[in-house]
């Protein structure tokens, strides 16, 4: 097969004309994805509802009845999301056999808009990580490492690491992670591809299992911003099924192929992020991008978030918290993994428990239960509280001067699995999530995008973030940040 089309919206010219077909690409990208599973992106391929699903978009192009530009286009899901007749693990042996019986909103809308399906992309357990390394089936290596076959290789980023490097190795077009402190822009930045984490209540979270409710997104991962929009337009709006979506109909935004103006967009720098541990050369792009905005007219302005210190803190109390609250419901009683343990109704939660979670999950749940202690609550979950609502309030401040922040999306390019691994994985993510965590508190829009390689060859991407349902906004300066600096077109 010849080369194919880098957008999804050229991909669909190319079935509409016939000059390829969404069967033979679905089988191309399997064949991909069997060539490339050193890369250990997918945990499971649903090769036959795959390949049905590619037949039935063959047959409307060929009776012009397509369903839109994302009718036939192969799609990866994190697999935290419910896939009906599908495993959904979450990369733990407490749902290493638990197959759905219903679709999550998000899958839904993308079959209903043709998607093909191709499988289930690997993750931290129960995305409790930022470097796709914790998961049942091993970890997941970035198709920019120098050496996928021992632990130099560099690791994805977490917790959507899977998604990230399918997108990032062309095995699919595009792919849903889930973003709770960064889960879905820190490995976006690691691999060099486009990571959106939407407004809190813009996509439905009905059937993605719950890390910390009151922060999980479904996030999209695409290699072009306008890729991000096509899928972003199909899946977004109310749902009845979930009463955190807002109420008011999505309205689609419209193609990003227009030249825009900066004259008069305010872009805040805040000067917070510039925070220890932040690398030279990611220092180096966020001073070129920023002039770059600047030279094309934008306002360019220094800004304060004066509580940004404290969210790695406060993320991480509430992020206990509320982990431990939503791992309770598995106790080997209803569903999931099961000990055959049977002394007593206690030892069998306990033993399935011990079994089915691994340290990073247990040490979240005892610190969370500590935090929730009735002599801890106020002294550590109120606070944190109180703290987050200050941390949300800097945003509201910030927007009243200025329409977009532009920040680092990670501290450095990707590290080795060996440098990751010496360090524990709390400490890990309050690192490598330092810009991303305050986003998901404030339950703000924010979008990375790669702008160039690092000396190491590595992506470095910058991050953007704009107010409540500024997600318009926002993929129309990535847009423009996307064609000035070419990274697909130098990188290729």
């Known amino acids: 097969m010849n080369r194919l089309p880098f957008r999804i919206r050229k991909l669909s010219e190319c079935f509409q004309d016939k000059s390829l077909d969404p069967l033979t690409v679905t089988e191309h990208s399997m064949a991909i ?9 997918f945990v499971r391929l649903s090769s036959a509802k795959a390949l049905q699903q590619a037949e039935s978009a063959k047959e409307r192009y060929h009776g012009h009845k397509s369903k839109g530009i994302l009718d036939g286009v192969p799609i ?9 007749g599908i495993h959904t693990t979450c990369g733990s042996r407490m ?38 390394i914790d998961s049942i089936f091993g970890p997941t290596r970035n198709s920019w490492s120098d050496d996928l076959d021992d632990d130099r290789f560099r690791i994805s980023g977490g917790s959507s690491g899977g998604s990230a490097v399918a ?37 439905s979270r009905h059937g993605l299992i719950p890390l910390v409710n009151s922060m999980d997104v479904p996030g999209i991962m695409t290699r072009t911003v306008d890729d991000c929009l096509t899928v972003l337009n199909a899946i977004a709006g109310p749902d009845n099924r979930d009463s955190t979506t807002v109420k008011q109909r999505f309205v689609r935004i419209p193609s990003l192929d227009t030249p825009i103006s900066l004259k008069g967009v305010r872009i805040g720098i805040p000067l917070e992020y510039h925070c220890d541990g932040l690398d030279e050369e ?13 030279s094309a007219g934008a306002s360019v302005q220094a800004i304060s978030l004066p509580n940004t210190a404290s969210s790695i803190f406060v993320y991480s109390i509430l992020n206990q918290c509320e982990v431990s609250s939503n791992m309770s419901r598995y106790d080997g009683i209803e569903y999931g993994h099961r000990s055959q343990e049977d002394s007593s109704t206690e030892q069998l939660y306990a ?11 247990k040490n979240r749940i005892l610190s969370g239960n500590y935090f929730l202690l009735r002599n801890n609550y ?20 910030a927007f009243k001067k200025v329409d977009i922040l532009l920040t680092p999306t990670t501290l450095s390019d990707a590290p080795s699995f060996k440098d990751f691994v010496q360090n524990n994985n709390r400490d890990q993510c309050a690192v490598q999530d330092f810009c991303t965590q305050s986003a998901n508190m404030a339950g703000i829009p924010a979008l990375s995008i790669p702008v160039r390689l690092s000396s190491r060859r590595l992506p470095i991407s910058l991050q953007l973030m704009g107010n409540h349902f500024s997600e318009r906004i926002l993929l129309t300066i990535a847009s423009w940040i996307e064609k000035e600096v070419d990274f697909i077109a130098n990188y290729e």
């Open 33 to 41: 994805i069997d060539r490339m599973k050193t890369l250990n992106a």
């Open 282 to 294: 990611v220092l180096e792009t966020w001073t070129i991008v920023a002039d770059l905005l600047e």
């Open 351 to 361: 033993k399935t428990r011990a079994e089915g979670f691994n340290s990073v999950v």
């Open 167 to 203: 997108v990032a190795a062309g095995l699919c077009y595009a792919a849903l992670g889930s973003d709770t402190g960064g889960s879905t822009r820190n490995p976006a930045s690691y691999c060099g591809i486009v990571g959106l984490k939407p407004t809190y209540g813009l996509l």
């Open 378 to 397: 106020d002294k550590y979950f109120q606070k944190a509280l109180k703290v987050r609502r200050l941390i949300a309030d800097d945003f509201v401040h």
């Open 95 to 132: 749902l290493e056999n638990f197959i759905p019986t219903y679709n999550a909103t998000v899958v839904d809308r993308l079959e209903q808009h043709g998607a093909v399906v191709l499988g289930k992309t690997n993750l931290d357990q129960f995305g409790m990580g930022s470097g796709c």
């Open 76 to 84: 990866a899901v994190k697999d935290n999301f419910c896939t009906k």
